[in-house]
């Protein structure tokens, strides 16, 4: 079983900075990727920045920029550097990850629990 385990939310003043990060355990023979979403209040769940097992990412145009996300593979760990957060990025952000859980296994999608962000102004 994949788990992943969400860190470093918390409230913040609009500008500041904070740094999630997800650490995943549990069986993982390999992965293709690593992303972070976010769900506002009232909205549905939205791509907020993804990261390819062959380096290549891809962020939400309302973030691009701001953030930045990055993984540390010897740790199974990614991070989202968040800067020059505003009060529209409030939301619980939730780490995912497709990975293969054991060899011989199909890819598959599994999500964190979420971790929330307040921005306030």
């Known amino acids: 079983q994949v788990q992943l385990v969400e860190s470093g939310g918390g409230l913040v003043q609009a500008g500041g900075s904070l740094r999630l990060s997800c650490a995943a355990s549990g069986i993982i023979f390999s992965i293709d990727a690593m992303g972070w979403y976010r769900q506002a209040p009232g909205k549905e769940r939205e791509l907020v920045a993804v990261l390819a097992s062959v380096g290549s990412t891809n962020y939400a145009d309302s973030v691009k920029g701001r953030f930045t996300i990055s993984r540390d593979n010897s740790k199974n760990t990614v991070y989202l550097q968040m800067n020059s957060l505003k009060p529209e990025d409030t939301a619980v952000y939730y780490c995912?990850?497709?990975?293969?859980?054991?060899?011989?296994?199909?890819?598959?999608?599994?999500w964190g629990k979420g971790t929330l962000v307040t921005v306030s102004s």
């Open positions: 995912k990850i497709r990975c293969k859980p054991g060899w011989g296994r199909a890819y598959d999608d599994y």
